[in-house]
């Protein structure tokens, strides 16, 4: 029986959809407007790569307190301490368990968001900060003694929040500080009384390139100079600290731009040399004699997008560095051959293969390296591990799966390792190649993001999270 006009509508009007519906499903492509997700990018703001705005550095000074004790002896002067290995050889006691009730904190203080880490000289503590309400750089000077602020050296300048903000400490001697800020304002002042000598915009001067996250290089003071690698125009710099002029410049010929490494001095073969980890290559730059600011060599094999951890000098000329987002690490060897410097590749591997770090600098203490590996780093990712400075695939122990560390710090003090977790809990272990063996932990800090770097003076722990400081007393006894 011929079927009516509403019920052949009835068959085919479905059909029809639904094939519709089918070609849209099979040609349609939901990813298409999607881009590669590049490390760092996430949440990126627009100004981080420069900015127009003028920044009049250390245009404010505000003096709180007047206070002449020089304090206690020991000092903290830069990045991984005076000896740049984040090791304190003071023959100090610490402890090697918490009190019943809690450590005892001698004092704390809030900060702008960031990881910003303090440097300590002559009983006063410096840290630059960004304070969000005023939307400022700042340098404050606190008493290591009682954590009163002294003076701040600040400037207006506009960052957008982006994981923290300030993540840099500064280079402190008897005559000058120096700190980088956010967005490469370079700032040196006289640490006694707050004084501005004079001050760099990186960006504007050397056409750099911020990071991803902000500057995360930390300044370099040797002798009266600042070592500064801005990228852009020149690679390294060196200013007079005396007088803001700069001395010598390293072109910048293979355009590499600024990581969030820092330069590290290493003497290699009985030369002495700036070794810097750029976004480009490795290199090692003259830091004496007649071709001082000269390339002495470079090496291209290990070139991620992102470098936090800084270089570390082993013996016999070898250095290892490392990064993280699956890069792994590099251990390579630099000579002299016919007056030339030339390097070897001895190891590189993933993460999952050998010892690596995301953001902090690993420690070399009795021929051994320390770290946290990365979260990439398959079962044994976020703990600490210990591999022997000649074989770095090979990890001879980790702290295991219970006693895991996301990005903390960590620092070697009275033979013992005193190590910051993400969320504030501080651990303290023995420093032993032998084992991971842990003494006590105990949970500081209610915050999040505990990554900048500590220090310890006098049996005095510095340690932060995201939005505060705290000084809390380890000495044993």
């Known amino acids: 029986m011929p079927k009516s006009k509403n019920e052949i509508y009835s068959i085919i009007i479905p059909i029809t959809i639904g094939l519709i519906l089918m070609g849209f499903w099979l040609f349609y492509n939901p990813v298409k407007d999607f881009k590669i997700s590049i490390p760092g990018m996430d949440n990126r703001p627009d100004s981080i790569a420069g900015s127009s705005e003028i920044v009049n550095i250390g245009e404010t000074f505000i003096q709180f307190q ?77 008493s290591l003694e009682t954590g009163d602020e002294l003076w701040q050296r600040k400037h207006s300048v506009h960052i957008k929040r982006n994981h923290g903000m300030s993540r840099t400490i500064p280079a402190i001697t008897e005559k000058f500080i120096v700190a980088i800020g956010p967005k490469g304002h370079v700032m040196c002042c006289n640490p006694e009384n707050g004084d501005l000598l004079w001050g760099i915009d990186l960006v504007r001067t050397y056409h750099t390139e911020i990071p991803f996250w902000y500057t995360g290089q930390c300044a370099l003071i040797d002798g009266d100079n600042a070592i500064i690698a801005p990228g852009g125009t020149s690679l390294l710099i060196a200013v007079d600290c005396n007088t803001g002029d700069v001395i010598w410049e390293t072109p910048n010929i293979d355009n590499w731009g600024m990581s969030h490494s820092s330069i590290m001095p290493m003497t290699i073969e009985g030369k002495k040399m700036y070794v810097y980890a750029a976004i480009g290559g490795i290199c090692g730059v003259s830091a004496e004699g007649d071709d001082i600011g000269k390339i002495l060599w470079k090496l291209t094999d290990f070139n991620p997008n992102v470098v936090a951890p800084s270089p570390i000098l082993l013996d016999n000329g070898k250095i290892f560095l490392t990064a993280g987002y699956g890069a792994g690490s590099i251990l390579f060897k630099v000579e002299n051959k016919n007056n030339s410097f030339v390097t070897t590749v001895l190891e590189q591997f993933k993460p999952k293969e050998g010892i690596a770090s995301e953001q902090q600098t690993p420690i070399t203490f009795n021929n051994h390296i ?103 007393d380890i000495l044993k006894n």
């Not at 304090?71 to 009190?99: A, M, V």
């Open 370 to 472: 320390f770290t946290i590996l990365p979260k990439d780093a398959g079962s044994n990712r976020n703990q600490f591990v210990c591999c022997s400075t000649n074989d770095c695939k090979n990890i001879l122990w980790t702290s295991g799966k219970s006693e895991r560390f996301g990005l903390g710090p960590y620092v070697v003090a009275d033979n013992k390792f005193f190590i910051l977790k993400d969320d504030g809990t501080l651990s303290i272990a023995k420093a032993t190649t032998k084992e991971f063996i842990l003494l006590d932990k105990r949970k500081i800090m209610n915050g999040h993001d505990a990554w900048g770097p500590m220090a310890i003076v006098d049996g005095r722990l510095l340690m932060r999270d995201s939005k505060k400081m705290l000084c809390i």
């Open 66 to 142: 007047n206070d002449n004790n020089l304090g206690p002896s020991g000092s903290w002067t830069r990045f991984r301490g005076s000896n740049f290995d984040n090791i304190n050889t003071q023959k100090i006691e610490l402890i090697d368990k918490f009190p019943k009730d809690g450590p005892n904190i001698i004092w704390e203080v809030n900060l702008g968001e960031g990881h910003a880490a303090p440097a300590v000289y002559n009983g006063r503590v410096y840290i630059l900060d960004y304070l969000e309400e005023e939307k400022a750089d700042a340098l404050r000077c606190f």
